[in-house]
C-alpha cells in the first residue's frame, strides 16, 4: 500500500468513528507500532496502538503518550 493509499484509508476510518486526524499522526502511530513489533514481538503492535488510542480518546495528547509507551518498551526491551 502506497503512504497516500494508507493516508486516505486512516481519513476514511476516521470519518467513520467522528475522529480527525493531525498531520503526521498516520506516521507516528505506525512508528508505534514498529517500536512495539520490534521492541516487544508483533503482537505487541496493535495492542500498544490500542492502548495508545485509549489514552489519546481520554485527553492525553499523542505525543505524551507515544513517549511514555516508547519509554515503556524500552525498558522492557533492555
Same mark, same amino acid.
Given at each position: 500500500?502506497?503512504?497516500?493509499?494508507?493516508?486516505?484509508? %486512516?481519513?476514511?476510518?476516521?470519518?467513520?468513528?467522528?475522529?480527525?486526524?493531525?498531520?503526521?499522526?498516520?506516521?507516528?502511530?505506525?512508528?508505534? %507500532?514498529?517500536? %512495539?513489533?520490534?521492541?516487544?514481538?508483533?503482537?505487541?503492535?496493535?495492542?500498544?496502538?490500542?492502548?495508545?488510542?485509549?489514552?489519546?480518546?481520554?485527553?492525553?495528547?499523542?505525543?505524551?503518550?507515544?513517549?511514555?509507551?516508547? %519509554?515503556?518498551?524500552?525498558?522492557?526491551?533492555?
Amino acid at each position: 500500500m502506497e503512504p497516500s493509499e494508507l493516508d486516505s484509508w %486512516a481519513e476514511e476510518a476516521g470519518e467513520a468513528v467522528g475522529v480527525s486526524l493531525a498531520p503526521g499522526d498516520v506516521a507516528t502511530v505506525l512508528d508505534l %507500532a514498529r517500536d %512495539a513489533a520490534h521492541g516487544i514481538a508483533r503482537p505487541a503492535a496493535p495492542l500498544t496502538t490500542f492502548i495508545a488510542g485509549m489514552a489519546v480518546g481520554r485527553g492525553q495528547p499523542l505525543a505524551e503518550v507515544v513517549a511514555a509507551l516508547n %519509554a515503556a518498551i524500552e525498558r522492557r526491551s533492555s
